[in-house]
């Protein structure tokens, strides 16, 4: 994988990954390898600025690209403590993919948190979504639903102590309404492989995020949940999310395919050429399925 998608700023890679252009005769609610949507969703604190190395790749390579950020987040205008539902947090990522024309599908990937919001869109809108791919990801089929939901999809930081800013929106004497991971813990738990330009601009534009809003996710079963095909992409030096919860999450709601890449909670700063790669593969070896 590491030689062809160090290339992957020139777009023949992407024609080669893709299978050459095969099944060119696809219907048109199917993707095609030349026309290629991705919808790019960031995890918690971070934004649509997080995806600019994997964006450049994409569109270098002819596709078409879209990062959203979700509500409080990125350059959202919303004050964060305001945020006090999933469904309002995710409401920018519905809204999308809802004004979609008719017989359009997007490749829908989400990192860390984002992958909460994948799963959301695949009970609401999952026709517009060809392929969900999770990176780094909670991916559980009704969120955070039981105590073995929590425990497998929720990060647990505990053993660094306390590395969270918290914030209460509602009160002190009510549950914090956002939280932030705190500058001097950014680097060692999120890009402890990524460069250092990485996280340095990482820790100027994170953001708190809605705890109480992703805590509360919890989904409906939309009658595309069984037909939108997904991806794993583990990061095997997750210290966010630990290769066991990953592995847990996978075995509890199987994907179609699993990707594995040696990087660390961030992959779209540390391993953008591999990552990269792993899209593309995703997405396009399902095409004549």
Known sequence: MGEAANNGSNGSVAVALAGGGEEESQSQTTASVSSLHFVLVHGIGHGAWCWYKIRCLLESSGHKVSCLDLKSAGIDPSDVSSVL?????????????????????????????????????????????????????TMLRCGFSTELDLLHGCPDLSEYGDVSELEFGLGPDQPPTSAII????????????????????????????????????????????????????????????????????????????????????????????????????????????
Not at 103 to 108: A, E, M, R, S, T
Not at 112 to 122: H, Q, T
Not at 182 to 211: C, G, H, T, W
Request: proline fraction near 6%; include cysteine; charged fraction near 20%.
């Open 85 to 137: 539902t999933f469904d309002d947090y995710n409401q920018p990522l519905i809204d999308f993919l809802s004004a979609l024309p008719l017989n359009d599908q997007v490749i829908l990937v989400g990192h860390s948190a984002g992958g909460l919001s994948v799963s959301d869109a695949i009970h609401k809108v999952g026709k517009k979504i060809h392929v969900a791919i999770y990176v780094a990801a």
């Open 182 to 289: 705190k500058k001097e813990f950014q680097r060692q738990l999120m890009y402890n492989l990524s460069p250092l330009e990485d996280s340095i601009l990482a820790s100027a534009l994170l953001r708190p995020a809605p705890v109480i809003a992703i805590q509360q996710a919890k989904f409906s079963e939309g009658p595309e949940a069984d037909q939108v095909k997904r991806v794993y992409i583990k990061t095997l030096h997750d210290r966010v999310l630990t290769l066991k919860q990953q592995d847990e999450m996978i075995k509890g709601w199987p994907p179609s395919r699993v990707f594995e890449l040696e990087t660390d909670h961030s992959p779209n700063f540390s391993t953008p050429f591999e990552l990269f790669s792993c899209l593309l593969k995703a997405s396009t070896s399902t095409l004549s399925n």
